[in-house]
């Protein structure tokens, strides 16, 4: 079966723009959640959202937010991007009832990188 | 709050000889563990978990890992390396019920692999 879709691949914006990235995750997963990854701060919990609602939220400020869709489907959004934005965006999906993570699928990621 | 260290952030073993990653949790219960492989580049790929029951876990490419609860430790080992084994390694602890979906990830320990 497919895996976690991540769209797209590599995204080069400018300072103050904003972005979307796209999360297809496994057919039947209900969870998704997002993780940044940099080489300084290694891989930071952004977000996970369950059955379209927000579950957990990591500490990151209020230009990073996400959404999922009934078909849980996921987008993350930041706005007024910084330099220190650019990192690897990964989405990882998992399976369950949403009381246990079995293990995540991870996404290829989005390299995005902020000028 | 849970945490996850692996104290060697690189480490260099030669084609064919043994392997064990460190990896020390902190978490209240018992833990949900698991340890990811990523090569450059991509998203995260699930080798192995722990939930409960014996103590000594298979995973995929030959791996396994032992819990052990007194040293509140999750190695990772392989008895003989492999020169595609080289990349990085992540061990992760994993919360549960409305939590399940937020993983903490230790910072990763690099595989170089010598022929």
């Known amino acids: 079966k497919a895996g976690v879709t991540q769209t797209p691949r590599y995204l080069i914006k400018t300072r103050g723009q904003q972005v979307t990235l796209s999360c297809s995750p496994i057919s039947g997963h209900r969870s998704v959640s997002w993780y940044q990854q940099t080489p300084g701060q290694g891989l930071q919990f952004l977000f996970e959202y369950f059955s379209e609602t927000q579950r957990n939220k990591g500490n990151f400020p209020g230009r990073f937010s996400g959404r999922q869709f009934s078909n849980s489907r996921s987008e993350m959004n930041v706005s007024t991007l910084e330099l220190g934005d650019s990192a690897l965006y990964l989405c990882a999906s998992s399976q369950g009832s949403g009381k246990a993570n079995y293990g995540y699928t991870f996404g290829s990621g989005t390299r995005l990188t902020v000028v | ?115």
Not at chain 2, 19 to 44: H, I, K
Not at chain 2, 60 to 77: C, D, P, V, Y
Not at chain 2, 98 to 105: D, L, Y
Request: charged share 15%.
């Open chain 2, 1 to 115: 709050a849970q945490s996850v260290t692996q104290p060697d952030i690189h480490i260099t073993v030669s084609e064919g000889a043994s392997l064990e990653l460190r990896c020390n949790y902190s978490y209240g219960a018992t833990p949900y563990l698991f340890w990811y492989v990523q090569s450059p580049g991509q998203g995260l790929q699930l080798l192995l978990k722990y939930f409960s029951g014996d103590t000594l876990v298979q995973g995929i490419k030959g791996f396994e890992a032992e819990f052990k609860r007194s040293q509140s430790s999750f190695n990772l080992r392989k008895p003989s390396v492999h020169w595609s084994d080289a990349a990085e390694y992540f061990c992760a602890v994993g919360a549960q019920n409305t939590n399940a979906g937020k993983s903490t990830f230790g910072d990763g320990t690099t595989l170089t692999v010598k022929p």
